[in-house]
Every structure is written in structure tokens, then in C-alpha cells.
């Protein structure tokens, strides 16, 4: 299950005359609520430039602010404002253009952000500033974060046609943090934001039959029907399994990354790893890809093996604190990096959400340094969150520790 898309709207700008309004917008709207990502000119380098389009794709909002003859360097293909036009009107999103006093467009604008020109916008107006704040988030889709609406305010967002909200409410009604877990409810609210094209309901919906697949049983907690006559359970699963296929594979076309590296993972459970390899490159840069692309690389699997490649990935992952990438960044360090390795394992190693495998690992470095206390501490968690082999390795630092 995903929640809604992190950021909800997304700024562009350039910084010769656009930069003080547009962090001015990105003020009143964060404290209105939205969750906003203002274009940084210093990601317009090297390899960081395809994280502009991930943090576009994130957001359902685009917001391009137009100081005078701020188009007028479209005409080139590398300008990034004409690109990040492109993109947002290639992938349908929301774009609102906030025009500066005295701006005007182009006559000669390329085809592939001419249609900007015909959209709702806003003009500037620094003596009704509030107001023309108030005109900007009438033309948003997005609401603000949902985190903080009560269930009921969530609701009613959704029944009056907000797709973010119906998403969420699924999500709530799916966790139960909406007076316990309802599924029909969930399934009923990701079927509508899906129909809408939310990518994220889309996804979510496809983990509904995918997870019913595997369990046909659960096809009543969803109530779910097929409409088809099948002869067994068999033809039951490859029926949800395919439903499951065709919606992440529709939330992939809206370049949605997760539902892109799922298709990854049931590539690989068919032994496709090429193809596997192919879908998560193309998920990039969500977490979990990149921490499959490393264990590729370093296990050779459809590539070379690649220790270097492996690491750069697994650490590229595991900026997010992913825990996964976490854990295979820090095995990658032992050698190399011991102390780097130690601080890496406690980060995964404790709390709620920890790896055992990290707390044992860890134990195994503090006693190779001779810090018997300390290993005998992670060995202890490690035994109690079920890794056998860590009570041989406790009872040993319980032996030398007493020495």
C-alpha cells in the first residue's frame, strides 16, 4: 500500500526574476498546509537533473512562475523550464502559470509547451497578494495534507471528488485508523481514485488483487467478484494476478515508480531478471529499486558482478533510511570500512522497526574489537527476534566478558 504522492505541488521558476515570488508562494502555501517542492537551480547538474521529473511525478500540482520574457529561452531543447513544462504536460499534470506584471508569451513557443498558453493562470498582484493566493489554490487540485483531517473532514473531501483524499480514506479504512479496519470500504475508495487516475490508488488496488492471488480467501474481506466462470482456484489466481498486472501497469504508464519496480518483483518471481533489471532502472530513484539493482550488481544477477556499483546503489538507497539498503550498504562496509559499517547497523539494529539480522551483525563487529558487553547485548536481540545462531555467539561474549 502507498499513501498519496509526498509532495502535492511542484514550483518552477527561474532565478533571474522568479526566485523571491516563487519562495514567497512556496511560504503561504506550506502554511496553508500543502506539502510543496520548490526547483532548486543547483539539481540542474550532472546526474541530479532526472530528479526534477521524480519530484514532478510526485506532485499532481505544477506552478511555473513567468517573470518578463521568462519563456523566451524555450526555444532551446535544453532549457530546463521548457522542460519541466514538457514533462508535467506530458504526464497530465495540473499546470497553473503565475505570472509576473509585465509577462507576456511568446509568439514562437514550441509545440511541446504551446498548450500552457491556453490554461487558467494567475496574474500577479502585489497589493492583493492574499488574493491572488487565494485564486492559486482555487486552481489547485490538491488539497492540503490530509495528515491532520479528522476522518470525517477526510470524507467529506473525498465524497466532494478529491482523488488524494479518496486514496487516503481507502488507506485508513485499510489500517484501520478509521474505527478499525473496513476492506469493502478500501477496496470501494481505491476503485474510485483509481477510476480518476490516481496513480497511487491505481497501485494500491493492484496490491489488492495481487495479495488476493495469493490468498484467494481474502477475495470476501475485499468483496471482490469475478465475473468470469472459472473451473478452480488456479484460474481464480491467474485471473487476480493479470487484474493485478493491468493496474500497475497503468500506474506505471503515469510514471508512477513504485507500481514500476512491482513489475519488477513479479519479473523476477517468473525468472525474467533482464526484464527485472530493465523495470527497476526504470523505478529509479524509489528506494526499494535501487536497493535491487545493487543486490544485482552484487550478485551478478543478469549484469557483472559489480562491488563498486552495488555499494553506489545500496548507498544511493539507503538515503532515505530505507532499512533494507541499510543493511546491505553496511555489509558492503566491514571490510573496507568498519566503523563506518558499526554506525550504519545501529541505525537498523534497535526500535520498532529493526532488522535482527543488523543487531547481529553488529554483535560479530563489536566482538571481532574485543567489546564484549556490547556484542553480547545485539547477540541478545538478535536471539530474541529469532536468529538462532546469535545464542552460541552470546554465550561466548557471556564467557569472555567474565574473564
Known sequence: MVSSDPYQVFISYRRDGGENLSRLIEERLEKIGYKVFLDVEALKEGRFDEALYDYIDQSVDVVVVLPPRGLDRCVSEDDWVRREI??????????????????????????????????????????????????LVSFLKSTPSHGDLTNEQLRKAAEEGNVQAMNDLGLRYELGTDEGVHQQQAFVWYRRAAEKGSPAALYNLADVYERCGADVTRM???????????????????????????????????????????????????????????????????PPALNAIGYYYKNGISVDTDDSEALRYFSKASESGYAPALYNYARMLEQSSPEKAIQTYRKIAFGENAIPEASYCLGKLHEGRGEYVQAANCYRMARDNGIAEAEPALRKCQEYSLR
Open 86 to 135: 514538457a514533462h508535467s504536460l506530458e504526464y497530465h499534470k495540473n499546470v497553473i502559470p503565475f505570472m509576473m506584471k509585465n509577462f507576456e508569451f511568446p509568439s514562437n513557443l514550441p509545440a511541446d509547451i504551446a498548450p500552457i498558453t491556453k490554461l487558467n493562470g494567475v496574474h500577479e498582484n502585489h497589493e492583493y497578494f492574499d488574493k491572488t493566493i487565494e485564486k
Open 220 to 286: 470476501a474481506d475485499y468483496g471482490i467478484e469475478i465475473k468470469e466462470h472459472v473451473s478452480g482456484i488456479e484460474e481464480m489466481q491467474a485471473i487476480l494476478y493479470e487484474k493485478a498486472q493491468e493496474l500497475y501497469e497503468k500506474a506505471r504508464a503515469l510514471n508512477f515508480k513504485p507500481a514500476a519496480f512491482r513489475l519488477g518483483n513479479l519479473a523476477e518471481e517468473k525468472r525474467d531478471y533482464k526484464k527485472a533489471m530493465e523495470l527497476y532502472r526504470e523505478a529509479d530513484p524509489y
